[in-house]
T-cell receptor, first 112, second 114 residues
Framework: AQSVTQLDSQVPVFEEAPVELRCNYSSSVSVYLFWYVQYPNQGLQLLLKYLSGSTLVESINGFEAEFNKSQTSFHLRKPSVHISDTAEYFCAVSSSASKIIFGSGTRLSIRP | NAGVTQTPKFRILKIGQSMTLQCTQDMNHNYMYWYRQDPGMGLKLIYYSVGAGITDKGEVPNGYNVSRSTTEDFPLRLELAAPSQTSVYFC?????????????FGQGTRLTVV
């Protein structure tokens, strides 16, 4: 069975500081990995995804995540955050033969 | 493309009433899901379906029922609504197979049981 763990339930950072949101997964088969973002009072939007190929994937708003098979991780990073990045972030894992499983979420709060 | 369409967007129910949340997707996805999200909390899987005619329980199925008669539709039925079912409900779909996709979400249904 697959599982995904988001190690931090809340991450407070100052504006323009770097941030890393951690995500680890367990699976016995090849995986697909995703990060979703949920802004206050909105639904979930896909931020970025790893299906195959390059292990480093990027979003249009400056986030990136790297698939690390040996460490079974898919951490999300941004070198400089903005107030508008305040949101909840969900990591998710699936495979070619299983449903998508979501982590418990990390609330990113940005301080001016 | 419409993607995943959920109706209604808002609903207030009285205790003991029943209702059906509708969900339709037009992407020919095999998997469909229903989640609930309580304030300040993550997603909890209620039910999911791997294809027409096949459904399975998630983490919190009690008080809900689903059916999947077609690939496109995955309605969620609440029988005998209770205050504990006050939540935001999200429907989602995905393609699981070689070259799988992410989950696509509907806009959510905010349900209040009074």
């Amino acid at each position: 069975a697959q599982s995904v763990t988001q190690l931090d339930s809340q991450v407070p950072v100052f504006e323009e500081a770097p941030v890393e949101l951690r995500c680890n997964y367990s699976s016995s088969v090849s995986v697909y990995l995703f990060w979703y973002v949920q802004y206050p009072n909105q639904g979930l939007q896909l931020l970025l995804k790893y299906l195959s190929g390059s292990t480093l994937v990027e979003s249009i708003n400056g986030f990136e995540a790297e698939f690390n098979k040996s460490q079974t991780s898919f951490h999300l990073r941004k070198p400089s955050v903005h107030i508008s990045d305040t949101a909840e972030y969900f990591c998710a894992v699936s495979s070619s033969a299983s449903k998508i499983i979501f982590g418990s979420g990390t609330r990113l709060s940005i301080r001016p | 493309n419409a993607g995943v369409t959920q109706t209604p967007k808002f609903r207030i129910l009285k205790i003991g009433q029943s209702m059906t949340l509708q969900c339709t997707q037009d992407m020919n996805h095999n998997y469909m899901y229903w989640y609930r999200q309580d304030p300040g909390m993550g997603l909890k899987l209620i039910y999911y379906s791997v294809g027409a005619g096949i459904t399975d329980k998630g983490e919190v199925p009690n008080g809900y029922n689903v059916s999947r008669s077609t690939t496109e539709d995955f309605p969620l039925r609440l029988e005998l609504a209770a205050p504990s079912q006050t939540s935001v409900y999200f429907c989602a779909s995905s393609y699981t197979g070689q070259g799988g996709t992410e989950a696509f979400f509907g806009q959510g249904t905010r349900l209040t049981v009074v």
